[in-house]
């Protein structure tokens, strides 16, 4: 008996002793492989902790010299003039009407003036009297001239007589003293005439001048052209400055039939129109005289006017920077109207081109807008770099992060212009992380040329005049 209670705690103890090597068997077998695990992924978070991030990155490029621009513009007669009355009185008769078409010369308006009428009587009159004037003292001038050739003679006589002593001296004074007045009187006769002839002169010209003005009770058109405003109506009273005495519109810029003051009627051509757009300071040196043009309106989607730049202000208006252009188009039909809204495009050629960018670079902060630039590593931050555990090999291809402002300048959608602050060959980070900030060392993942869809369709030569 006491033989078998030995071999059962014999075995007892081989079975505890098996049983607690295999659970430590299996401890280790889960332990291990667990602790390996943590060390790699501790070693891989610090060395990720040093590894610089990857951003995706653009070169910068150059925008094409030839692109095409659009400006809004508005459409104005080339010429357009107001048509006043220098005849004041009351409208007699008027003859056309809003939308009618008119030849130069041809009659508008009459003007009933009286009082004109009755000037250019007196007038008339007056000139006259001072032509008779000038008869009277013609005829005195003669009267005096036969009177200074009698004294002259008689003074001659007493000449002779004075000297054989028939006379007395006194009496040959006499004769000498009357002789020189009758050449005074002559003289003074001849500047009376030259008077009068002046007045003649004055009273022709005052006569001429309301005569002239009498004409303008007539009012004609200035030139052949449509008629695009009448402020005027039978019986309106028009005043000496030549404008209209009707009532003043609540809305001068609506639509209305009703006289009112101002101008009698306005005339336009609209066969040939002008375009008037205002260029920023941007586009001015690609534009020039006898460029070609495309005039579009939002009312014909799918028709475009050819037109051509036929000056320029030459100057940029010191207010808004632009550069006032006029492109004339013609209009043989009519389809254009004076007033419309347009848009305009260009073909320019700019001598300096702009840089083009990814529109998902561009970085809008409370200074202004920025560009996340790439640049090489200095020979401080690669030491120090390397001093924090990075890879030497991934340090030679990595780049630092630059905060640069710039000037935007035309959005084509997926790209995007810069005016300033760019040079050819920068790179630029592509829809920047929070990891890029200033100063912070990246790795390029992605690294494309920057091009522009919009500006790529842009004609590869200036359109044909």
Avoid: C
Wanted: charged share 15%; aromatic share 4%.
């Amino acid at each position: 008996m006491l033989s078998r209670m030995g071999i059962s705690k014999r075995t007892l103890f081989i079975a505890v002793l098996l049983g607690g090597a295999g659970l430590a068997s299996a401890l280790l077998a889960g332990y291990l492989p667990r602790r390996s695990t943590t060390r790699q992924l501790a070693n891989a978070a610090a060395k990720l902790k040093i590894t610089p991030p990857l951003v995706n990155a653009a070169i910068v490029t150059r925008a094409p010299n030839l692109t095409e621009v659009s400006f809004p513009g508005s459409i104005t007669p080339i010429t357009e003039a107001y048509v006043f009355a220098r005849a004041a009185g009351y409208l007699k008769r008027r003859y056309v009407d809003i939308g009618d078409r008119v030849s130069a010369g041809q009659l508008l308006a009459e003007i009933d003036a009286p009082d004109l009428d009755q000037q250019v009587t007196q007038a008339q009159a007056a000139l006259a009297q001072a032509e008779g004037q000038l008869g009277q003292a013609e005829a005195t001038l003669l009267q005096l001239i036969a009177t200074r050739d009698l004294a002259a003679v008689t003074w001659q006589r007493y000449q002779v007589l004075t000297k054989t002593g028939a006379v007395s001296r006194q009496a040959g004074d006499t004769q000498s003293t009357a002789s020189k007045t009758a050449d005074a009187n002559v003289t003074a006769g001849e500047k009376n005439v030259v008077a009068a002839k002046e007045f003649v002169h004055a009273a022709k010209a005052t006569l001429d001048r309301l005569i002239t003005l009498q004409g303008y009770e007539k009012v004609t058109s200035p030139f052949a052209g449509i008629v695009t405003a009448r402020n005027v109506d039978v019986g309106a009273l028009i005043s000496t400055t030549g404008s209209t005495q009707g009532p003043t519109r609540p809305n001068p810029a609506g639509p209305s039939d009703v006289a009112s003051g101002g101008e009698i009627f306005r005339v336009a051509q609209i066969g040939r129109l002008r375009v008037l757009v205002a260029l920023p300071q941007s586009e001015a040196s690609g534009i020039h005289v006898g460029q070609a043009a495309s005039v579009s309106i939002e009312a014909f989607p799918d028709r475009s006017f050819p037109g051509q730049i036929t000056r320029t202000s030459s100057a940029l208006d010191a207010t808004s920077r632009t550069l006032l252009t006029e492109v004339q188009v013609a209009n043989p039909t009519g389809v254009l109207l004076p007033g419309m809204y347009t848009t305009v495009r260009f073909a320019t050629d700019r001598v300096v081109p702009p840089f083009l960018v990814p529109d998902a670079s561009l970085v809008v902060q409370a200074n202004g807008t920025s560009l996340a630039m790439l640049q090489p590593l200095t020979q401080q931050q690669l030491e120090k770099a390397t001093a924090a555990g990075m890879d030497r090999d991934v340090l030679a291809k990595a780049k630092v992060v630059h905060f640069q402002n710039v000037q935007p300048g035309r959005d084509y959608g997926t790209t995007l212009e810069i005016l300033d602050g760019l040079h050819d060959g920068d790179y630029v980070v592509v829809s920047p992380g929070d990891a890029v900030k200033e100063g912070a060392i990246v790795q390029v993942a992605v690294a494309s040329q920057t091009t522009s869809d919009a500006a790529s369709k842009a004609p590869s030569k200036a359109p044909s005049k």
